[in-house]
């Protein structure tokens, strides 16, 4: 995929279904008794799996992927079967570290694959409290990664202490939570987002929080609900950045999720120096949204760190872009998870904006970008990394010369209309 530069971006925009809630609303519905509906579900290849994967246990999903509607009718906490053949969860980790918290309890065995990336991602942080709790895992190639067979077992609460702040691992546990036989808390050292929470409430779980530790009590029942999910804070971060850094720029994106857990690139843009305003504040199914309206700034240099971490994890490389094209210093730390995502993020970005001619400096935890300079277009290879390929694609529309994306096509795994949508908004 070729990259020319924009000239302006101008117009409102929808971008699809926010991922987290997405992949929770198929999990949660398939445990459910009767019938969940989703509108706004995200149609990308992670979601995806996390639908094939429920539907290979049993589960009767309907996905309309014209109107993003999804029907699943759910069977009960015990209603899964045993699956014919791997539950092969591609690209996603959030499918595979939810689900192992399920089958964690379940009466079967089951062997959990997914692509090159999934191999590689670490697994003992779900290993581990799982196992305390009574289930087995056996690793069948790389210890502690995929693919690994899980055995369910009857469980036991426990209290853990999780060393990093992880939304999947934190789900994992509390999804497990469910069947064991007292209560379940998970204390992470920052607070990670908290739509299984939310989500778990709502279906009638007894669930609660206090600071950075939940408490889930065994579950009779969850009921089936609907659920609206909210455009992708973490998909709308690329248009925040394109209309903050393009000239003659004003870009809406309509029914963004703004969940505080979530909602750290708003911080980050304010903090840098950003026309940015949210309206239309409002409430879609416990979580709240807002339309956020951005437009042609001069950034500045900040730093990210510390608890404001997990609510823009998945940010930091379009943040780290907005670094480039801002003046002045820009030190990320606290962040050395994102060596572990789709890609090793810190390596990646590091790599790819010195090869634009930027001043980036990686670190343990983190990045020094020291902004301003001229930055030049390239060939970037998206390391079948999303959010790497939809980085560097608003990296080139503002850098001199042309950008082309290699391996464009895993914009596919969150979020599949990205090139389209970005052309609409530079007619
Ligand atoms: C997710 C949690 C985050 C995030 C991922 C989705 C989730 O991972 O990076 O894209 O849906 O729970 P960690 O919680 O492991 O940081």
Known sequence: MIIKNF??????????????????????????????????????????????????????????????????????????????????????GTTTRLMSGILAAQPFSCIIDGDASIRKRPMARIM?????????????ENIHCAPFKITGGNLKGIDYNTPVASAQIKSAILLAGLYADGPTSVTE?????????????SFGADIKTEGTTATVLPAE????????VPGDISSAAYFIAAGLLTPNSEITIKNVGINPTRDGIIT????????????????????????????TSSLHGCVIEGDLIPKLIDEIPIIAIM????????????????KVKESNRIDVMVDHLTAMGVDIEGTEDGMIIRGGKDVYGTVIDS??????????????GIAIGATEIMDADVVNISYPNFFSDLEKLSK
Not at 34 to 56: M, N, P, R, W, Y
Not at 128 to 140: D, H, I, R, V, W
Not at 323 to 338: P, V
Not at 383 to 392: E, N, Q, V
């Open 383 to 396: 390391k079948m990394d999303h959010r790497i390929a939809m980085s560097f694609a608003i990296a080139g």
């Open 128 to 140: 581990t409290p799982l196992s305390q709790m009574g289930a087995k895992f056996e690793s069948l």
């Open 189 to 201: 050292p920052y607070l990670s987002r908290n739509h299984t929470e939310l989500m778990l409430s």
């Open 323 to 338: 670094a480039a094209f801002a003046s002045g210093t820009t030190i990320i730390r606290d962040a050395a998870e994102l």
């Open 7 to 92: 000239s302006h971006l101008k117009g409102e925009i929808t971008v699809p279904g926010d991922k987290s809630i997405s992949h929770r609303s198929i999990m949660l519905g398939s445990l459910a008794k009767g019938t969940t509906e989703v509108t706004g579900f995200l149609q990308g290849a992670d979601c995806l799996s996390s639908i094939s994967c429920f539907h290979k246990m049993g589960i009767s999903i309907e996905n309309d992927a014209n109107t993003n509607t999804v029907k699943i009718h759910g069977k009960g906490l015990r209603g899964l079967e045993s699956p014919f053949g791997i539950l092969d969860v591609g690209n996603s």
């Open 221 to 228: 029942e969850l009921q089936a609900q609907k659920i609206e």
């Open 268 to 295: 980050v843009c304010k903090d840098m120096g950003a026309n940015i305003t949210l309206s239309n504040i409002r409430e879609a199914s416990g979580e709240p949204v807002a339309d956020i309206t951005v437009s």
